[in-house]
Structure formats: C-alpha cells, structure tokens
C-alpha cells in the first residue's frame, strides 16, 4: 500500500540530498509550483524524465524532502503486478510521489492491465501525481497511449554544466585531498643541482673544478608563481574531459572519476575514452533495449518478455561478455555507465528506441 511507505530523512540526508540537487534549482521551482497549483484547486499531475543515471531519484527524494509532511512517496524497484500497490489507504496524502514508474508495465502482449490501472487512479483520484520516468520507456509509453495527456507537467532533466559535476564529484573529499597532475612531472628541471667552480691553481699550473650546490633561480620562480596555475590547469583538463565524456549526466561522470582515480591522485591520461562498437543480432539488441528502458531487470523478466529462459541466459551472457551490461550482488542487471552513450547511439541508429 501506497498509504505504508512514507519516507523519512536525517539530517545528514537533508545535506546530501541539497548538495546533489545543485543544478537543479529551476526543476524544484516548477514542481514546487505544481503543488502550490494543486493546493488552490489546479490539477497538475507532474512527470520527471531522464534517462539512466541522470538524477530524476536525486530529485523527487529532494521534493519529498521539502513537503516532507504533505506527501506520501513509493518507490517501485521492479516490475509491478499487485494493484495493491498502486492503492491508497486512509492515510495516504493528497500530494503522492512515485519513483521509476516505467516499472508499471511488462514489455509483453496482455502485460499493460497494471499501467491500464494506474491510468484509471491518476485521473479519477483527488490528489497530485508528482512522477519519474525514464525517457526510453516514457516515449514508448507515449507512442503507444499517449501518457503525456495526463501530465500537463513535463519536466526533462538537463544534462549538467562541468562545474556542477565538479562539484558533485569534489564535495566527497576535502580541500586539497585529490592530487590533480597534467602527467609532465618528470619532465620539470631540478630546483637544486651541482655545479662546478672552475679554479686556476697557478703553484700548480693547473685547473681544477670545484664542485657546489647551486639554486636554479628561474625554476624555483615558476614553481612559486606558477604551481598553483599548473594545479588548476590540470583539474581544469580532467574535468574537461570528464564533462565530455559523460556529455553532462551525473551518473556517468562519477563512474568515469572513478575508473581514472588512482587515489589521492588522478591523472588526465587515466580518464578513458569509451566508445564501444557494437553490432547485435535484433534479438540481443532487443534486450539490450529493455534493460536501457528499465534501467534494471532481473533475468527472469527478461525471459518473461522475451518468451524463452534458454535465450534469455544466453543473450545475458552475450552482453555481459561484451561488456555492454553489468550484474549486481541481487543479480539483477544494468548498462554499464561507461558504455551507456554507445549503447543509446546504437539502438537509436537501429530504431530500437527513440
């Protein structure tokens, strides 16, 4: 039941949740304003659209936040087949929350009777929808049953700027913890070497070199003036890269930060460049399709949709193999961050998604 899982925050949680929502100011607006809408009588039902790892969980968990005693949130973290969960009890609040709601159908003839019932709550209920989609499943979605009828509402997550995902990625450490290098170290003239002091010994009649520790003066002036620019340069360029890499979304940009970490230093050589060239026979792209749609599938909901457990596993292998998905400690299965941008061009050039 809906009415059951209202969720609550600490302040540690009240921290993290403003932190990571940076960027997302205007997003906040216009939904707080929907509620404010709904509360004088305006029935705006509001629908979040992002793709995987770009911050629509981020964002609804901060609205909750801020109407934390007006509303009632649920989160489906897999496919749905109980109406009981998308019921009410009496306690249920007028505003209601609903996170990863492509969950609410099976990719599958006679697999929409759950989504036909949602439909049916949302546009005879007194109350707010406030929702998040993933934007694969919600142009399908849209395609098929025209859903944005029932949210006058529509908002895209943007991509992030680089400072916000520099931001969101150096709020975890401290001042000065990470170790930015442009990977030229080694090739920086000593500050300190030996030289020698030519020295005529007339008695002798002969020279000798007299050798000393000598100060390279113009070497020490560039590090004292010029270290912490050098210092800049370099976050500058690794965040540069990181920025188009992930082309702006949050989920990819910490995965990349994490492939090139060698802590506490990271390195702009280390940031990869990820482009996978795939090729797929249509029922492997098919599956590769839904996983994007979903964001997260189980095997079994794989072989249910795509009617054969003895293809399913094999199509998994496949994926896996190629290293274009990845499986949790729940075996359950995701694209790889990495790979996400390849693999979204691929089934677009294919029209497997739109």
């Not at 482009?275 to 026979?281: C, G, K, M, P, V």
């Not at 359950?332 to 294919?350: D, M, W």
Request: proline share 3%; aromatic share 12%.
């Amino acid at each position: 039941m809906i009415g059951e899982m209202v969720g609550t925050y600490s302040s540690d949680s009240d921290k993290k949740g403003s932190d990571e929502t940076l960027g997302l100011q205007d997003e906040i607006g216009e939904i707080q304003a929907a509620i404010a809408d709904f509360e004088i009588g305006k029935k705006l039902n509001v629908a979040i659209i992002t793709g995987p790892f770009g911050g629509k969980t981020t964002l609804i968990n901060e609205i909750e936040k801020l109407n934390l005693n007006r509303v009632t949130k649920c989160t489906f973290s897999e496919i749905v087949r109980d109406k009981k969960e998308i019921s009410f009890t009496e306690d249920t609040k007028r505003i209601v929350l609903l996170d990863n709601c492509h969950f609410l159908y099976i990719r599958k003839p006679g697999g929409f009777d759950i989504f036909y019932e949602f439909l049916n709550v949302i546009s005879s209920q007194n109350r707010a929808f406030i929702t998040t989609w993933n934007t694969h499943s919600w142009k399908y979605l849209n395609e098929a049953f025209e859903i944005w009828k029932y949210f006058p509402v529509q908002i895209y997550i943007p991509a992030f700027e680089k400072e916000e995902l520099k931001f969101l990625v150096l709020k975890r450490y401290g001042k000065g913890e990470i170790k930015f290098k442009n990977g030229n170290e080694s090739e920086e003239e000593p500050l300190i070497y030996v030289a020698r002091y030519p020295l005529e010994l007339a008695a002798l009649g002969k020279k000798i070199d007299i050798p000393f520790l000598k100060i390279n003066i113009p070497s020490l002036k560039k590090r004292l003036l010029n270290e912490k620019e050098e210092e800049v340069t370099a976050e500058h360029r690794v965040f540069e890269k990181i920025y188009l890499e992930s082309k702006g979304n949050p989920g990819i940009a910490l995965r990349i930060w994490e492939l090139g970490l060698d802590y506490p230093h990271i390195e702009l050589k280390n940031i990869g460049q990820f482009s996978y060239d795939i090729e797929l026979e249509h029922e492997e792209a098919f599956v590769l399709s839904l996983i994007l749609s979903y964001e997260i599938l189980k095997k079994s909901e794989i072989a249910e949709m795509i009617g054969s457990k003895l293809r399913a596993d094999e199509i998994v292998f496949q994926l896996l193999n190629r290293e274009l998905i990845f499986e949790t400690k729940e075996n359950t299965f995701l694209i790889r961050p990495e790979a996400l941008q390849s693999v979204i061009a691929y089934l677009e050039k294919i029209r497997m998604v739109w």
